[in-house]
């Protein structure tokens, strides 16, 4: 099993900037794709970016240039800056891994990101 941990969210003008952070803990070699996910009120839950062990990133087209996703793999944790935050970014945000060939997967409890205009 993999524990996911996500911190970072909050309140946050439009504008501005949040960090999210998602620590891993258990059977974590096993992990090849960690990632962030959200999920706004009525919509369904879409990526937003992920990230391999080796460093291959995945954007979804609404967040380029804005966001930015990092991985410490000693540190087993996954990180995504966010900066020039919308209205439309509020969502929660789910931490989220696989393992290799996507046979396994892992959700973290989700952190609210709200935006205000």
């Known amino acids: 099993q993999v524990q996911l941990v996500e911190s970072g969210g909050g309140l946050v003008q439009a504008g501005g900037s949040l960090r999210l952070s998602c620590a891993a803990s258990g059977i974590i070699f096993t992990i090849n794709v960690m990632g962030w996910y959200r999920q706004a009120p009525g919509k369904q839950r879409e990526l937003v970016a992920e990230?391999?062990?080796?460093?291959?990133?995945n954007y979804a087209e609404f967040v380029k240039g804005r966001i930015t996703i990092s991985r410490d793999n000693a540190k087993n944790t996954v990180y995504l800056q966010m900066n020039s935050l919308k209205p439309e970014d509020t969502a929660v945000y789910y931490c989220?891994?696989?393992?290799?060939?996507?046979?396994?997967?892992?959700w973290g409890q989700g952190t609210q990101v709200t935006v205000s205009s």
């Open positions: 989220h891994a696989a393992s290799t060939q996507g046979i396994l997967h892992y």
């Open positions: 990230i391999t062990s080796g460093g291959r990133i």
